[in-house]
């Protein structure tokens, strides 16, 4: 019994390097278009000609 559960321990804490730079790349990804939404948000908010060329009225 001892020995099966530490060979379930040893096989699932197995690193998987490809997923390890995918989950680095989503995150990454993620942070980027946050801070670009934000960014642009902000943009939007504070500069009237903006507002005025995407809604159409003034702000």
């Keep these: 019994m001892k020995d099966e559960l530490q060979s379930l321990v040893v096989r699932s804490s197995d690193p ?26 902000g943009f939007y908010w504070i500069n009237p000609s903006v507002h005025q060329f995407i809604s159409g009225r003034p702000l």
């Design 16 to 41: 998987l390097e490809s997923a390890n730079n995918q989950s680095l790349f989503v995150g990454s990804a993620l942070v980027f278009f946050n801070l670009l939404l934000m960014f642009c948000l």
